[in-house]
């Protein structure tokens, strides 16, 4: 049992006691051991008081999450709803309205008007992404005619930039577990930031091939490269760079959410890179191995 006592100045401390009985020489005596509990029963206040403290900011943790999660829904439907009518209306004046002017303005409404869209479909994945929610559809696929496709359509921006956008791509590759979509979405987005930061007559070279068990997706560029001191930010939510002209040049998020997509398929991306030298954005995606014949 547990008691207190005093000491000799008074001061009162925290005793544990055991006592037992014992039988010796036809006489039974009562054996207790006493021990001074002080700094236990201290250390187990103070476990009590971080576990209540634990349990209380979880708490406030949870409604946080749970608020963040009802204002981007309720902040998507608001930016969605006026946007959509805006996209079909401006699609139709363009399609409908003679070369000039006005074509040029409904032209410029429904590019502005798609890349908002884009970029609210980017923060919502985010946003997905750090709670947890993002879904993959994953099935077999075979990354060769995604990355084909997608360097087809990224092939005239290149050529409008006067930039030279080079495909080194294999005759084959294994088919992988994943989600295609969601693995164009990355490569897009690699070769999109290369498109911003080389300049006009640099080269973006599209690789991949198949490293022992993995497929390895490359995106080279001849860039201004990327210091050092940056480089382990670069996949971090909302990080942009301390270059002041790359103000506006979007939310930060595209490396974030890439980087969330390539772990949630089981594969890791990475960036090299030296200032002056271009960069290389690395995707590590497994391949699943093959179920042997009984």
Known sequence: FETTHYRRDGSVFNL?????????????YLLSVERDITERKKADETIRGLYEKESTLRQELEEEIEKRVTFTRMLIHELKTPLTPMIAASDIITESVPEGPLRRAARSIYNGSQ????????LIDAAKGELGMLQMNLESINPLDTLKSVAEDTAPLAQRRHQILKAELPDSLPDIFGDEERLRQVVVNLLDNSLKF????????????????????????TGPGIPAEQQSHLFQAYHRGADPNQHGRGLGLGLSLAKIIIELHGGTIRVESREGKGSTFSVFLPVPEKRKRA
Do not use: N
């Open 16 to 28: 544990e006691v055991h006592s037992s009985s014992v039988e010796s020489g036809g006489q039974r």
């Open 115 to 122: 890349m908002l869209s884009r970029r609210i479909d980017t």
């Open 198 to 221: 080389t300049p006009s007559g640099g080269t973006i070279t599209l690789r991949a091939r198949k490293e022992r068990k993995k497929i390895v997706i490359e995106v080279e560029d």
